[in-house]
Structures are given as C-alpha cells and as structure tokens.
C-alpha cells in the first residue's frame, strides 16, 4: 500500500506566537497517528506561483490514515490554538506504490 503526504504550504504568517502555539499542538497530533516529518522550513527557492514561505511535509503510513488527521480531535485543538495566524494550501497525497 503507498504512503501519503500531507503537504503544507503557506503563503502568509501574520501570528509567529499562534503558529507556534499550533506547531506545539500539532506535532503530537500527527506523531499519535504515526506521521513523520520529512521537511519543514522555508523554501530554498520558490518557482512559478511558488512564495518563499514555510512549507512543511508530513508522511503517512496510508491514505486514510492521513485523511483522517484534519478531522482528528488533537488536531483540531491545534487548529484552533493557529485561529487565523497564517494562511495556507493543505494537501493530501497518495504516494506512488
């Protein structure tokens, strides 16, 4: 079964204290559903309509594993603690098997 990625992008930080007040909730959200960091940090170089801004990618052991965390109870709570600090695109992908 492939993995899944969720990928975050941001293109606007306009609450360091709220993104950090997320990031303290959500790293254990995602790690109890057995996410793994693989990058996060501003981009080294942003093409296109790309903004050099943070981006942050979480890896999944399955799709539905990663599907589920936006709903997640944890998770939300850190979504709620984020309460509009920063603007982002969220996606969630299926990696190649």
Known sequence: MPKAYLVSNYTAISDTDKLAAYAKL???AIEA???RYIAR?????AME????????IVE?????TALSLYDDSAYQIALK???GGAVRDMRI???VA
């Open 49 to 56: 309509a790309g903004v050099q801004q943070r981006t942050v």
């Open 33 to 35: 559903l057995g996410g």
């Open 41 to 45: 940090g501003v981009a080294a170089r």
């Open 60 to 64: 999944f052991d399955s799709l539905e």
């Open 26 to 28: 959500a790293g254990p």
């Open 81 to 83: 603690a984020l309460d």
């Open 93 to 95: 992908v299926e990696g």
